[in-house]
């Protein structure tokens, strides 16, 4: 097959959710409609849904699937699909916003029982920021939540998207009759388990259901109706281009759980995201086209093992061009180093190919001693690439450190300067007094710190947390040391600018209106 034919059909995205929205289900429907899982004989009728825990983890163990894995590559009609992990709840750091950076959609799931929640919201700035295409799945249907019409216009007033509803849910909870599948023009009926009809309904012009069906006399049925009617004409028209664009979301409704609506959805997921496409370097300035036939790739994650007894680490590559084999060499850019790529199928998620080659689109897993570093670019041939950096992300906790040995001083900068180095966290210092504060947008950033430097470096630290703060550049030239108080303590980042971190939004309000000339900065709005 063709590098073209096998780049065309990448599809790599992320799911983006606040926890507990149904990203680990939503992902488990993908596993058993792309037949992942049913290979293991654990399906039971497309309608099943949810398995048992137990078969669950016997398939990770058979397959080497773990929802839980970074990465997961499956086949979805005639789509390779990857799904590279966001990592929430305790184990939101940097790295879940840097793997938004590696992927080319994002799929943004929302309980309808409660809208867009905090950590949906700075998800999706970040990927707003890429104007990469995002995907509304508004997830558990099955259960009462709030009101259709309200949960898009949110979209509209606290993400500031547009939106364009696919289907519509007719009725919710114990009372959904199905979806009003306006792209398709049909109805989607929510039927028992044990129905032997055909989900599928047409309708006509006026949107009256075809066939022995008839929903005349229902209200749920004529109340989405008349919403259908509004949306078409107060709401936004279909805009394949902007929807590529990321300034149009598709809404799809659905219940991850009972996987209704769930392949209509991802359907329209596979033909309405893009295939992988090119990415701007620096130095010289050009663009990498994926079909190039020279290998290109980006590292956005590191993960180390925290067991003290393997010291190797696994690098990320986002493939942007070119095929990868085993066994291939490539060099690194920032250290002008050749290193043969052997051992990366061990850290794939789907073992079943064990990964001999891959495509632009593709993330790979390498092995790491200490080769590589977040944000470096890879690549075979002898071109030099160099992908743009990837954007720092602004902190919002911090703590402050020290290294609990003053007699091991040494051994605790050189931890602090490669982990800082490598983007596992921020490092700033008081403006006068030089002390150290680092910075994360999690607190497992922290705990992963501490355990490296005195894994790797044998350096033991005392933290002492901060707690949350709210951190804003400001020019050196507009700077007065009066400034900084206590709840507005003046720093400067590892570059040497001047940064404010400010207590709350109340102390960030009271000094922008007492210096209402200086312009104060986050270098990423997250909040
Ligand atoms: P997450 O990965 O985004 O954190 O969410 P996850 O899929 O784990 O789902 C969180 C909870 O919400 C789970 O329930 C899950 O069963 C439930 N859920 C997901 N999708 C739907 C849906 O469409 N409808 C309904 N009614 N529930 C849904 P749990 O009780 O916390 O876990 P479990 O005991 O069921 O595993």
Redesign the pocket.
């Known amino acids: 097959m063709t590098l073209q034919t096998e780049v065309d059909k990448r599809r790599t995205f992320a799911i983006i ?10 992902t488990e429907q993908l596993l058993l409609y792309s037949g992942a899982i049913r290979q293991a004989g654990t399906v039971k009728g497309k309608k099943s849904g ?1 398995f048992a ?1 137990s078969d669950w983890m016997e398939i990770e163990q058979k397959r080497g699937i773990s929802v839980t894995s970074s990465v997961m590559q499956v086949d979805y009609d005639g789509h390779q699909i990857n799904i590279v992990d966001t990592p ?2 305790e184990d939101f750091s940097e790295d879940t916003y840097r793997t938004l950076m590696a992927v080319d959609a994002a799929v943004m ?1 929302i309980d309808t029982a409660k809208g867009i929640e905090p950590q949906t919201k700075k998800l999706f700035q970040v990927c707003a920021m890429r104007g990469i295409p995002i995907f509304t799945f508004m ?5 009462d939540g709030r009101e259709a019409i309200d949960l898009v216009g949110e979209l509209e007033e606290v993400l500031g998207i547009d939106a364009y509803p696919m289907n519509w849910p007719m009725g919710m909870g114990k009372n959904l009759l199905g979806l009003y599948d306006i792209h398709n023009k049909r109805i989607e009926l929510n039927l028992s388990e044990e129905s032997e009809d055909d989900s599928i309904v047409s309708v006509d012009d006026d949107g009256q259901a075809l066939g022995d069906h008839d929903f005349k006399e229902s209200t749920i049925y004529s109340q989405a109706l008349e919403e259908v009617e509004l949306l078409s004409e107060a709401g936004n028209d279909f805009d394949a281009e902007a929807i590529a664009s990321g300034q149009l979301t598709p809404v799809f409704f ?5 996987g209704f609506g769930v392949q209509t959805f991802l359907d329209a997921f596979v033909d309405f995201s893009p295939a992988p496409g090119p990415v701007e370097t620096r130095d010289p300035e050009r663009v990498v086209d994926p079909l190039e036939e020279k290998l290109t790739g980006f590292i956005f994650k590191i993960q180390a093992n925290m067991d003290p007894r393997h010291r190797d680490r696994i690098a990320f590559v986002r493939i942007c061009s070119g095929s990868f084999e085993e066994g291939m060499e490539v060099n690194v850019e920032r250290t002008n180093k050749k290193i043969r790529l052997n051992n990366t199928t061990r850290f794939m998620a789907d073992s079943r190919e064990n990964v001999k080659a891959a495509v632009a689109g593709d993330i790979i897993g390498l092995y790491d001693t200490g080769n590589f570093q977040i944000g470096d670019t890879i690549y075979s041939g002898k071109e030099a690439v160099s992908f743009k950096a990837l954007p720092q992300f602004t902190p919002e906790l911090f703590m402050k450190v020290s290294p609990k040995n003053v007699m091991k001083q040494k051994s605790f900068h050189k931890g602090m300067e490669q982990l800082v180095q490598e983007g596992a966290i921020q490092l700033y210092k008081t403006w006068h007094t030089e002390e150290y504060i680092l910075g994360a947008v999690g607190q497992l950033q922290f705990e992963v710190f501490q355990a490296r430097l005195l894994n790797e470096y044998n350096s033991e630290v005392t933290m002492e947390a901060m707690g949350r703060k709210m951190a804003r550049w400001i020019k050196e030239d507009d700077l007065d040391p009066k400034m900084s108080s206590s709840r507005n303590l003046l720093c400067k980042d590892r570059f040497g600018q001047p940064v404010f971190l400010f207590e709350n939004q109340f102390a960030l309000n009271w000094f922008a209106g007492k210096y209402p000339d200086v312009t104060l900065d986050s270098l990423l709005e997250t909040e």
């Open positions: 959710s606040h926890p507990d929205a149904g990203k680990t289900t939503i949810k825990k929430g709840h799931v997830n558990k249907l099955d259960r659905g219940s991850a759980l009972t």
